[in-house]
């Protein structure tokens, strides 16, 4: 029997306290004995998964609400730790101090005084190391910046439906803060993935090893509006900065600028610049354009034909109300690279001529829009030309460094050209912007991709494992099977390959050598890649 502080916990009579059962459901059971067997150092995610869901593919979010239950029965959050401690990008330790009790029927002698007050000792040497080792706070994601994320915004408007427009504020916050390359500023996209979690803000930044985490809520009514914003600071749960403002709704973005200034200042109050709050100029005077982008925004979030053609209609209905309104534009430069890039269109060139003019009139109009100048990258990069392809993107990531999917297509557009060693970290920084990304399966995969061409098939396998547990269509499981293929193959794994291959065809039959020559063959990426690619995959098992 395992006692810890007024707990008990056996194989018999689960968990209780003070004699008491306390109410836990098998699997978080399960998870309880499996961290407190394993107390003496750090549980990764794969070994909980290995323990507790036999190795099979399961998403971050389950492995959370276990660790949830789990917290919850013991009265912990991820705030205080007492027993549950969470270390970003390794895993989890059960920290509370642990004694093995022998049921009264079956009790040995005690030790001697002696050796009770050594094993005191040691007990309480381990322990001091763990809290001195394991740190927590600013620099958990030990990335030699403060680090921060901007947590949803809550909204206390009477209208449900302008949901939206805080979304947008919070998002605007947080590309605000990103341009400061002084910050480690965490995804907005990996912040709106805790929207359906019972998480508190201060939970979330404990998750995610941040040090500082903004958060706040927004009232509209009628033609003002009302913000309020707080900047925490994590290890001593204290707010350093608070303030609300009301003013006119056409003054969002005045609002928006002191509430990036005033973090930053607060932050990096020695090297804070003045260039950073010159990018942040008003983007138009028309507010109900802004309004109309915002939704679009909201719309070109969501991957479906639909959603990229009503993004294309608000980002238009913004543009006739001001012509001048860059990101107007490079909203639709988006939408239109998007239903280009996942072949919607039954005009595939116009679609990209018309992408193109429009990340370019944005350009003309901000150069300092880093979304226009990605936007732009990523479409020059289906045309095969490289130097302006790279060039923007690489312009995009030093406009905003903490833009987890410029990241990503700025590694992409390395790979594309067959420079994997220049695609491997900005991957890398994608994944440590944004761990709960929507577009994870995406980082994975490229990664894993990357990984491959580089020979580095160990590495590479582990993506593929990792994109295993967060694929969410038979498009990208597919994907899943064939990195594991071809890397498997090459580490001359013939039967583990063509086993994956086989799980490829179970999901799509029609899987095919002269199927994925026919794919690639409007393609400007480098014949290197596809050569070495395909030829692994039919070593593999992969039909001619």
Known sequence: MYKFFDFQLDSAHGLTRDGNPVALEPQALQLLEFLVSRREGIVSKEDIIDEIWNGNAITDAALNTRIRSVRKALGDTAATSRFIKTYPKRGVQFVAPVSL??????????????????????????????????GDGPDALDTGKPSIAVTRFDDLSEDASARYFADGLTDDLTAHLSRNRELFVVSSATMLSYVEEPATPLEIARDLGVGYVVRGSIRRFGDKVRVSGEL?????NETIWAETFEREIIDIFEVQDEISQAIAGRLLPEIYQSDVSDALAEPTDDFGAWDLYLRGRARQAVFSTDAQTDAIRFAEEAIERDPDFAAAYSLKARALGTIFFFQWSDTPQDTLVAATEAAKRAIALDNRDAQAHAALGYIYRFTGDAEPAIANLERAVMLNPNDARIRLELAHTYDWFRMQEDALPQIDMA??????????QNMYFYKGHILFHLGRHE???????????VATSKTWQTFHHLLRAANLIEMDRAEEANAAVEAALDLNPNLSITAMQRQFAGSKNHPENRRLWLSSLSNAGIPD
């Not at 022998?102 to 190391?129: D, F, H, N, Y």
């Not at 994944?431 to 994870?440: A, G, N």
């Open 232 to 236: 925490v600071e994590i290890r001593a």
């Open 101 to 134: 009790v022998e049921p009264l029927e079956q009790a040995k002698p005690k030790p001697s005084r002696r050796w009770a007050v050594v094993a005191v000792l040691a007990a309480t040497a381990l322990l001091s190391v763990w809290i001195l080792l394991s």
């Open 459 to 469: 590495e590479a396998l582990e993506a593929a494992r990792q994109l295993g547990t």
């Open 431 to 440: 994944l440590k912007l944004s761990p709960r990304d929507p577009m994870l």
